[in-house]
């Protein structure tokens, strides 16, 4: 995870820095850290997310060169000693650094024996001496990096200041993303666009084991082989990384209320006159599949529950649907011709990059679904569908979800040709407005009594179930609650001696098939002393039920009724004082595994 940041020759580089950095947050927050070269290396350090820079940081930096990190913390506790930039023991060299740092003990183990010291628990410090130990010995910073990336196992992304180099910042990474900011008389580099897009919209990607610097004339880049390589240039839209709030207090909230226009937006991406617009290729390949491996994990992985029974039910294809850190340590690709559907709304989660390797080396191809153009995962697969949902701040998906479900169901429909899904999704759109314009008060009510809870629980069947899955991540991820979801054929098999006088269960009944079992379940756990709402709609309401919307297809709650989840959520974490975009210890974009 974290977020890195620097520049060479920018006006403002404290401004750079801690604006580059609050957009990266959704990367880690639990501490941050600017350093630079004013005569000597400067750090300010600290924990608490990049906005607590602004009280730590001189008021005017006077530098060529600067560097910032944020953390989510893997190797030691979130605390100032642990925070980036780390400086090396001569004090020569100080670094950020996004990734994990595998053989990190045996490295010490080599620096201490050779008289090093150290100041905090992070496998960052390592690379700090490490590469100070072998500049101090070429007295080259090119031939250093090049011994560093050599002995360096696992992951990195590192942005480093030299104190011999005051006009360059060093760079080097390996399957953590760095991109470079083209400037004029400066230039930038951080982990994804997101900072740069004020200052530029010309990048240059780094591939693994690139090594090299920028200065502010200059790009130099060497390869895998340490050959100079001319990179080139690609343009990025600046809009897709706006972070404006637009009014709502928070993102999760904005988000939540987008989902209406993101479904709208899909369906006439994909479908248009009258016609699925998918890659032909991608269908075909689809179709001549004979087993599909939908991979994911969180949020993405519930998606795939949905796009599997999907292609099960409707387009009679056998699919598996598995957690991707569960699939990568015992892969299996079942059938004679397998294709993998890769869910991630970033686009950059380890776990599923670890998977992504795993299926290279074998002849099956690969679509991912993902909100993020250019992230490592779609640098790597057959095919990319955009979700197009527009950048998700808050680290609770919400919009995305809803999106991944809704393109899953329309990619299910190109399959057969099955205009049905596209009119299916349309009625969703109505169903979502209404919840936005009429439940909110409701919801609050309900949050009202959850939050002074400290055990809830989801019941649904089939696509209730997996959308019961989705709400109770949403529940205890951002508000600390514990919440279970069940499928209700379940309740009977033990998880009933879970229910207690007073616990709230809230119930999804949108499906036909499954709506009188599910009432029996309602009765179940009522007896045993329940509180309970239901989310049921018209058709199959009783009324009794907290909240009923308008019929729509049972196959879609995922699109049509997610909100009425994601809005208790955040009523809940809200009203208990909780940091709802930001909760503790989660980052939005989890790139270790
Ligand atoms: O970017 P991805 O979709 O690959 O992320 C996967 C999960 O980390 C993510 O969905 C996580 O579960 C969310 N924070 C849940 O709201």
New binding site residues.
Partial sequence: MCGIVGAVGIQNPREYAVEGLKMLEYRGYDSAGVGFLDGRIKLYKDVGSPSHLYDILPAKINSNVIIGHTRWATHGKPSKENSHPHISMYKKIALVHNGVIENFVELREFLTTRGYCFYSQTDTEVIANLLEYFYLESKDMLKAMVLLKEKLEGSYALAIVNEDYPDRLFMLKKASPLLVGKGKGFNLIASDASPMVNYTNEFVELDDFDYGYISKEEIVVFNKENKKVDKKTIIKSTESFSHDLKGYPHYMLKEIEEIDEVVKRLVSTYYQDDKYLFDKELIKDLKESDHIIFL?????YHASLVGGRLFENFNNISTTKYIASEWAFHPTFPGEKPFVVL???????AD?IHCLKIIQEKDVHTLLITNTAGSTLSRGVTYTLLLHAGVEVS???TK?YAAQVALLALLSGAIDDNKKVVDDLKDTIKVIEYIKNNFKERIQKIADVIKEHQNVFYLGRSFDYFLSLEAS??LK?ISYIHSEAIPGGELKHGPIALISQGLPVIVFITDPLTASSMRGNIEEVKSRGANVFVISTKELSKESDSLVVDNYAYYLSGVAISSVAFYLAYYVSLKKGYNVDKPRN?A???TVE
């Fill in positions: 994911g994990c969180g949020t993405s869910i991630s709304q970033s686009g950059e989660t599923l680290v609770a998906s995305a991540l949403k991820e989660l939005k974009s989890v």
